[in-house]
């Protein structure tokens, strides 16, 4: 019997996002949400259950802070209950992304997590459930469990909200440019955040279905206009939303790359935006475009580059 796992996960950008929950305790949401996983940045975890007097967690070289770690534990108690055992555990987490990239790190770190633990205290879980358990850890990250391109189907209870790959990783070769404007630890984080409930939530629920709609056709047909057109909707859908509850996060950096991009689309150079809880603007396109976008803001920002990746996986090499 082993009780010793690794795993890897990638984090994902939300093409439609996710910002508002029907249920805070079970994160289930108030609209479905699809993204894409970022297959060049990943998050690996190593879990080893054992005799240890409590649990330990390091992330990134560092013990973890007592919020994190307090996530953590809670999460490791979902699987200790589903296993039925006391067992305590040692927790290694490192990302191949910077902490300073702007790159949210809980979804591709709950969905490793899951997948370790599952697979060290051998409960056979299938997709769906694991993309179930994750989503308990951080709602985005049930949506990193399955391969690629893949959906969040909000449901009504715990059992029916997870996440299906609409399509694999090499169906539609569609690179994501990270431009970093800025990061700086959130003063509110999206948990937080997204409780400030407003108006104009119910704008944003009246629209969503559309931008899903033309999203998930975009993606399976390969149409990055119609993904990308869509994409950019929902984008300013959901910053509308924020931005009445008093949550800026745009920059005035990230409002001239908004513009440069539909600039550089006027110009023939076919290319989106779409912007997270935060300041960075992620930029859609296909890959003969890659490197003249890459030039036009290479010089005044960093840029991180990903294509489509992978579900969360066991992987061998362990951290410890
Ligand atoms: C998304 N975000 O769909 C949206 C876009 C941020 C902006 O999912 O409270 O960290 O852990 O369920 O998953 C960030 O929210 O929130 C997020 P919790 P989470 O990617």
């Known amino acids: 019997m082993k009780f010793k796992s690794t795993a890897i996960a990638h984090p994902n950008i939300a093409y439609v996002k996710y910002w508002g929950k029907k249920d805070e305790e079970l994160r289930i949401p108030l609209n479905n949400s699809i993204s894409m996983n970022l297959g060049n940045l990943y998050t690996k975890t190593t879990v080893e259950f054992g005799d240890f007097g409590e649990d330990i967690v390091i992330i990134n070289k560092n013990a973890a802070e007592e919020k994190a770690k307090e996530r953590v534990v809670k999460h490791l108690n979902r699987f200790r209950n589903l296993a039925k055992t006391t067992l305590k555990a040692k927790i290694v987490s490192e990302n191949n992304f910077p902490m ?10 709950f969905a490793a997590l899951t997948i370790a633990c599952a697979s060290s205290l051998n409960l056979n879980l299938n997709e769906k459930e694991l993309s179930i358990m994750a989503r308990l850890g951080s709602g985005s990250a049930c949506r990193s469990v399955p391969d690629g391109f893949t959906e969040w189907s909000m449901g009504t209870c715990n059992d029916d909200s997870y996440a ?23 003063e509110i984080s999206s948990t937080k955040g997204m409780q400030k409930f407003n108006p104009y939530f119910y704008a944003r629920l009246a629209e969503v279905q559309e931008n899903l709609n033309f999203v998930r056709k975009g993606i399976i047909e390969k149409n990055l206009k119609a ?19 008093g949550l800026f996060y745009w920059e005035p950096e990230t409002l001239k790359i908004m513009k440069e991009v539909w600039n550089l689309r006027k110009n023939g150079i076919e290319c989106y935006f779409t912007i997270d809880a935060g300041p960075n603007v992620h930029i859609l396109c296909l890959p003969d475009n890659k490197e ?29």
């Open 100 to 109: 300073s990239c702007g790159i949210a790190s809980s979804a591709s770190g």
């Open 164 to 186: 299906v790959s609409l399509a694999p990783t090499e169906h539609f070769e569609i690179y994501d440019l990270i431009v970093i404007i800025r990061d700086e630890r959130k």
């Open 227 to 245: 993904l990308g057109t869509y994409t950019e909707k929902d984008c300013i859908s959901m910053h509308t939303v924020m931005m009445n509850s």
């Open 292 to 320: 003249t976008i890459k030039e036009k803001f290479s010089d005044k920002f960093e840029i991180l580059e990903s294509k489509p990746g992978g579900k969360a996986r066991v992987t061998g090499e362990g951290l410890f």
